[in-house]
């Protein structure tokens, strides 16, 4: 079983930029696929990005180009780089693992991935 923590979250101003980590520890990352997602207070669960054991990265399509996902095999972590922030962008933001593993399939939605961690905040200002 896999348990992952997210942090790096915070306060930035729109136009700003933060990296987000998830520590993942119990599992090696490299053996899996893993997620990110974010959560607005009263919308649901989004898609933001993944990363396969073969580093193999894809995004939400309204994303791409401002966020990069990455993994550090040696260091079991994943990270979410993410500028040119909006307000919009403003979630609690969650890095999850996929639960069939790396099948070749790109999967986007939240019941594919399990072992949630406890999320980290971002908030962007206007």
């Known amino acids: 079983q896999v348990q992952l923590v997210e942090s790096g979250g915070g306060l930035v101003e729109a136009g700003g930029s933060l990296r987000l980590s998830c520590a993942a520890s119990?599992?090696?990352?490299?053996?899996?696929?893993l997620g990110w997602f974010r959560q607005a207070p009263g919308k649901e669960r989004e898609f933001v990005a993944g990363?396969?054991?073969?580093?193999?990265?894809y995004y939400a399509e309204s994303l791409k180009g401002r966020f990069t996902i990455s993994g550090d095999n040696a260091k079991n972590t994943v990270y979410l780089q993410m500028n040119s922030l909006k307000p919009e962008d403003t979630a609690v933001y969650h890095c999850?693992?996929?639960?069939?593993?790396?099948?070749?399939?790109?999967?986007?939605?939240?019941?594919?991935?399990?072992?949630w961690g406890q999320g980290t905040q971002v908030t962007v200002s206007s």
């Open positions: 119990g599992r090696p990352i490299s053996s899996t696929v």
């Open positions: 990363i396969t054991w073969r580093q193999r990265t």
């Open positions: 999850a693992v996929a639960i069939r593993g790396d099948t070749g399939n790109y999967y986007r939605s939240a019941t594919d991935f399990a072992s």
